[in-house]
């Protein structure tokens, strides 16, 4: 008799344990992140922040061809992955105006990896920008 590993429901199960995993948290009243969630990055004037904010801007102008300039890191979010995963809201000046995006980063400083996985402008609601990660 032989047993067949279902990538399927392998999938499932995963799904079913993270599921349960944050009803769990939710219905205990856990206030600390869990392994592997994002938490907020308490000081944004880090200056290790503040390199990530601008290797973010900087990434960008590359693939982009934008002449964005870097001015200051609003908030952040960070989450230990293989490395660390930070979600920024970044300001920069376009030219004479100032934007907000959101921008994704990589990092695994062991390795001296570091990718921008994404950066995109924050919508425009009732005439100002919001920022917010999902």
Known sequence: MSIKFNPILGILLVMVATVLLHVSAAQG??????????KPITNITDPKVTEIGKFAVDEHN???????????????????VAGTNYRLVITAKDG????????????????????????VECKLENGEQKCSFT
């Open 29 to 38: 009243g856990r206030k600390e992140a869990l392994v592997g969630g994002w």
């Open 62 to 80: 590359k693939e982009a061809k934008t002449k964005l300039d870097f001015q200051k890191l609003l908030k952040g979010e960070s989450q230990v």
């Open 96 to 119: 004479d105006s100032l934007h907000n995006y959101l921008a994704e980063v990589w990092d695994k400083p062991w390795e001296k990896f570091r990718n921008l996985t994404s950066f």
